[in-house]
């Protein structure tokens, strides 16, 4: 079963300037998965949330034109496991005849293809329960930097081969 995610953000896991990119449960537990992502595909998510034009098309802003042009449409992205440290994504795209065409791919350029096309994201709820950090019952849903120093209080203690079987 899938959980729709919401994009939290990008954060950098200090001291090691390691980009993390943050999705939550939007609804239930509200529990946030940490993914460890590269700075390239970090950049490229900033770019999308923020809005900031650039002066020629970014990889993720050609493939959404590429999809866009070819009659289809991104209907979700889903995080669909943790395999040996790593994790993985399936994009869903409907293809011009209605069909759907299902395609692997980083969760990073997932996520910036996701943010770029409006689409939603998921999880597969084994996924959230393998690798989900649970939220504090009593925050409320307002309190994001709260959140955001409990989940870099604990980055700071995890190694990424606390992730592996």
């Known amino acids: 079963m899938t959980v729709e995610m919401e994009l939290v953000g990008v954060r950098v896991q200090m001291p090691t300037n390691t980009p993390i990119l943050l999705l939550r449960e939007t609804t239930g537990r509200r529990r946030v998965v940490p993914i460890y ?3 390239p595909e970090a ?3 900033d770019l999308a949330l923020s809005g900031t034009p ?3 098309p970014m990889t993720h802003d050609l493939l959404a034109e590429v999809i866009e042009t070819l009659g289809a449409a991104l209907e979700r992205v889903v995080v669909t496991e943790l395999r040996d440290g790593t994790f ?3 994009l869903f795209l409907r293809d011009g005849t209605g069909g759907v065409q299902t395609l692997s791919a980083r ?3 997932a996520v910036a293809l996701a943010v770029r096309t409006g689409s939603p994201i ?3 709820e084994a996924l ?3 690798a989900g950090i649970e ?3 009593e925050r409320s849903d307002g309190d994001e930097e709260e959140m955001v120093e409990e989940l870099r209080k604990f980055l700071d203690e995890v190694n990424p081969e606390d992730f592996l079987p």
């Open 54 to 56: 650039t002066a020629r």
């Open 128 to 130: 959230i329960d393998e």
């Open 37 to 39: 992502i590269g700075g």
């Open 135 to 137: 939220e504090s019952e």
């Open 43 to 45: 950049h490229a998510i």
């Open 122 to 124: 998921f999880a597969e």
């Open 107 to 109: 969760p990073s350029d």
């Open 88 to 90: 993985y994504a399936e």
